[in-house]
């Protein structure tokens, strides 16, 4: 077992998993246990295919799909349009299925492969609160656009709001 990360929560392996490399991500016992939260959002989400695939949950580590790629910081600087579109449709997806991220503004937590955008980390994530994360998002990382009324539609009527949005972003070069 490799260990690639250490937060102050938590620590991240890289290991074999019957032949393929995997994520082992542990909780620190010291710590509240939000392993299994986690567990469940990635288990909600796998049909999705926006998070890594849940392999195996046990009561203070989970086992999840290992996903390489470049963060969102470096998709972004190759090709920012379609970049954003990805990561933007993901933020859509959480916000229709109540999940919220809280920690989008993490570039790094956004990992960009030839399989699409993907996202990680849903230690903090919160289930059943109205979506909040394309908000946040743009809050992040579109602040240079002005999508003062895409964004009062996206309040009102999501699913208007959102395709305003790709709509607004496709004048981007
Ligand atoms: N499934 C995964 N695939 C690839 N890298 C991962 C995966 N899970 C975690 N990592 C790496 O480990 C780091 C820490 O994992 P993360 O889940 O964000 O832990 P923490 O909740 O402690 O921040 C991530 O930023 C990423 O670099
Ligand atoms: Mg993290």
Do not use: W
């Not at 998993?17 to 469940?40: C, D, F, M, V, W």
């Amino acid at each position: 077992m490799q260990k690639i990360f250490e937060g102050n929560r938590g620590e991240i392996y890289l290991i074999d998993y019957h032949g393929k490399r995997a994520i082992l991500k542990r909780q620190k016992a010291s710590k509240p246990n939000t392993i299994q939260k986690e567990a469940n959002i990635l288990y909600l989400l796998e049909p999705l295919q926006i998070a890594p695939k849940l392999y195996e949950a046990h009561k203070d580590y989970i086992i999840m799909e290992y996903l390489e790629g470049i963060s969102l910081k470096e998709a972004l600087k190759r090709d920012r349009k379609s970049a954003l579109f990805a990561a933007l449709r993901i933020c859509f997806m959480l916000d229709s299925v109540g999940i919220y991220h809280r920690e989008l503004g993490r570039y790094y937590h956004f990992i960009y492969s030839s399989e699409g955008m993907r996202l990680l980390d849903f230690e903090r994530a919160q289930l059943g609160k109205r979506g909040k994360n394309v908000l946040q998002f743009i809050g992040f990382y579109l602040r240079d656009l002005d999508l003062q009324k895409e964004i009062a539609l996206y309040k009102r009527d999501p699913k208007e709001g959102f395709e305003a949005l790709v709509r607004a972003l496709d004048v981007l070069r």
